[in-house]
C-alpha cells in the first residue's frame, strides 16, 4: 500500500478522519473483494497525486464491524468523503480513476 494511504480502525477512525484538517476519502474494502483490488491502483495514484489537498483512509470492513455498521456500509468498495469531519458524499463500486476524480471534483478545488 502507498505511503500516502492511512489505515484506520473503529479505535482511530476519529483521529484519522473527523478530525482531519483536509478533506478525507476513506475507502471502505475488504482483501477478498475483487471490486476492492481492481479500484485500489486508481485509489493510491489518487492519494499521491493530490497529498496535501486530499487525506486517503482505507478501512477493512471486516476488521472494523463498528465503522462499518455505522456508516451502513452494505456494499463495498464504498467510498465515502469527509469535509469538516462529516461526510458530504459517497460512492460505491470500482469506478475507474476518472470517475473518482470527477466525484472529488464535485467538491474539492483539485487543481
Known amino acids: 500500500m502507498s505511503k500516502n494511504i492511512s489505515q484506520a480502525t473503529d479505535n482511530t477512525f476519529e483521529q484519522e478522519v473527523i478530525e482531519s484538517d483536509l478533506p478525507v476519502?476513506?475507502?471502505f474494502w475488504a482483501p477478498w473483494c475483487g471490486p476492492c483490488l481492481?479500484?485500489?491502483p486508481a485509489i493510491e495514484e489518487i492519494a499521491e497525486t493530490y497529498q496535501g489537498k486530499l487525506k486517503v483512509?482505507?478501512?477493512?470492513?471486516?476488521?472494523?464491524p463498528r465503522l462499518s455498521t455505522s456508516y451502513q456500509i452494505l456494499s463495498i468498495p464504498t467510498m465515502i468523503l469527509f469535509k469538516d469531519g462529516k461526510?458530504?458524499?459517497s460512492v460505491i463500486g470500482a469506478l475507474p480513476k476518472n470517475r473518482?476524480?470527477?466525484?472529488?471534483?464535485?467538491?474539492?478545488?483539485?487543481?
Open 38 to 40: 481492481m479500484v485500489a
Open 100 to 111: 473518482l476524480i470527477s466525484f472529488l471534483a464535485k467538491h474539492l478545488d483539485l487543481t
Open 87 to 89: 461526510p458530504a458524499d
Open 57 to 64: 483512509v482505507k478501512v477493512n470492513v471486516d476488521e472494523n
Open 25 to 27: 476519502l476513506v475507502d
